[in-house]
């Protein structure tokens, strides 16, 4: 089983039902990517969809991500509790 980024995303056009897809990413970098993100997604027929991300399964991209994963998350944990007892106070 392969663990890529994928990002589930939202696709709107005027005039059309919105669809669901999957895009998975597989080099790059996913500092970026986040849910709420827009962009733009082009369909087999070269039409332009209005497009969120809704959710996100994280795993690293490259070997550089795959090394420092536990690291950025060790971050994210400190800031977040330091934003929980800033909005405490």
């Given amino acids: ?13 005027p005039g059309c039902a919105p669809m669901t897809i999957a895009a998975c990413f597989t080099q790059g970098d996913s500092d970026y990517l986040f849910v709420g993100r827009h962009g733009v997604f082009y369909d087999r027929k070269g039409r ?18 795959a090394f420092w994963a536990p690291y950025t998350k060790f971050v994210r944990m400190i800031e977040e509790q330091v934003a929980k007892r800033a909005a405490a106070a």
């Fill in 48 to 65: 332009d969809w209005d497009t969120i991300i809704t959710s996100i399964v994280d795993n690293p991209i490259s070997i550089r991500q």
């Fill in 1 to 13: 089983m392969s663990k890529a980024y994928i990002a589930y995303c939202t696709c709107t056009r």
